[in-house]
């Protein structure tokens, strides 16, 4: 009869309506929960004038700027002083030196640049006093010894210009330890782990009270810093090799030895870390490659590129960058999960590398750390352990570094 609906047609408008409602219902819940948590970032990048436009946002903006913490309700980050591979003689050092100071004034700029939204913070104290003032907590990090040669002393010099956490690699070797990933032409092994000078700044960090970071490192390396170390680690941004047997990721040996330790894995959402690359990237990959004259199969960014001209190489990269196929949110939640189950949930946080590469559809900037809180909270997350992954698991390890001081 006219007018007269459908039953399924009537069926399926009835069951819109409660599943909208309670969509929204959940939204607003998860959005509540992000706004009372301490959300906290342990790992992002600081983007310089040199910096190549693929680690940009848009090849423009940083993905942790000021207004992009605030719009995603990120309560306290980590900027890493940080430098990527190279020489080690002394003009190498020098020149990497340079830029991890110009990165430090950078991060100081930051932290000083608006005293009513943002503010350095020097202990775990000082990073919830921040937030309870409404304002972003900035914690100054460190990574890669190839900056300091051989200078044990800088150790101090940097605790003193605000470094609370410090990584001894990024890829390559370096004076103080073994690298997860050895540059090309260099030995899997440098030191067998922790070079002696790596294990005097073991002693020395935790005197000071600074938390040691074990991403990037060799097994041999994490394991001799978790045996050496009177305080519990921290790696500020990695993954599980369980899900992903990407070397940069930490195996279930690994993660059992943090939890040992007591110490905390921060997951990064890192593409390449998380997920295997696509056949259709894999195909884009290998029309680029012969290009610019290189072997079609592509395994990592170092299979035959290094040898190319250092321009001609930047653009390879840049047009590599784009291709590849995003990880996504839920990818990126699979390897919380996965850490979570096998050394619980106590022991596993989010540390971005934002402004150095990583980045996943749904969760590509600061702006959208509440799209984690959703995530975590569908699968079943309570409030509290929601609250401990982004910030209060962290916070208790750099408390444990900061009690471990000589006093």
Request: charged share 25%.
């Amino acid at each position: 009869m006219p007018g007269h609906w459908k039953p399924s047609l009537l069926a399926a408008a009835l069951l819109a309506l409660p599943v909208a409602a309670y969509e929204q219902d959940n939204g607003d819940k998860a959005a509540a929960i992000h706004d009372r948590i301490l959300v906290l970032d342990s790992h992002a990048d600081v983007l310089l004038p040199s910096t190549p436009k693929r680690y940009y946002l848009g090849g423009t903006d940083s993905r942790v700027d000021l207004p992009r913490l605030e719009k995603g309700g990120v309560d306290a980050i980590v900027l890493a002083v940080a430098v990527g591979p190279g020489p080690r003689d002394a003009a190498g050092v020098a020149a990497a030196r340079r830029e991890a100071d110009e990165k430090l004034a950078r991060i100081k700029t930051l932290a000083a640049s608006d005293p009513a939204r943002i503010g350095l913070a020097l202990s775990a104290a000082d990073v919830e006093s921040l937030s309870r003032d409404g304002k972003v907590a900035i914690v100054i990090g460190f990574q890669n010894a190839r900056s300091i040669g051989k200078d044990l002393a800088q150790i101090d010099r940097l605790y003193g210009e605000g470094v609370r956490v410090f990584a001894f690699d990024h890829a390559g070797h370096n004076d103080f330890a073994d690298s997860s990933r050895p540059q090309p032409g260099e030995p899997v092994a440098e030191h067998s782990g922790l070079s002696p000078l790596g294990k005097k700044a073991v002693t020395r960090l935790n005197d000071l009270g600074v938390l040691i970071d074990v991403s990037q490192l060799s097994t041999d390396a994490l394991l001799q810093t978790i045996a050496l170390s009177r305080a519990p680690v921290a790696a500020t941004h990695s993954a599980a090799r369980a899900l992903v047997d990407n070397g940069r990721n930490l195996s279930d040996a690994e993660l059992d030895a943090i939890k040992k330790n007591g110490g905390v894995v921060q997951v990064t959402p890192f593409t390449s870390y998380l997920t295997l690359i696509d056949e259709a990237s894999r195909q884009r990959f290998a029309a680029i490659r012969a290009r610019y004259g290189l072997a079609a199969d592509y395994a990592s960014t170092y299979d035959g590129s290094e040898a190319l001209p250092e321009a001609r190489r930047s653009a390879y990269l840049d047009e590599i960058s784009a291709t590849r196929s995003k990880a996504n949110l839920s990818e990126f939640v699979d390897h919380i999960d996965y850490i979570a189950k096998r050394i619980g949930w106590q022991h596993v946080g989010i540390g971005t590398d934002f402004d150095h590469g990583a980045g996943v559809t749904g969760f590509d900037s600061a702006a959208e750390a509440p799209n984690v809180t959703r995530e975590l909270l569908r699968r079943g997350y309570t409030e509290d352990q929601v609250a401990a992954i982004w910030s209060g698991n962290f916070l208790r390890v750099l408390r444990a570094a900061e009690a471990a001081r000589k006093r």
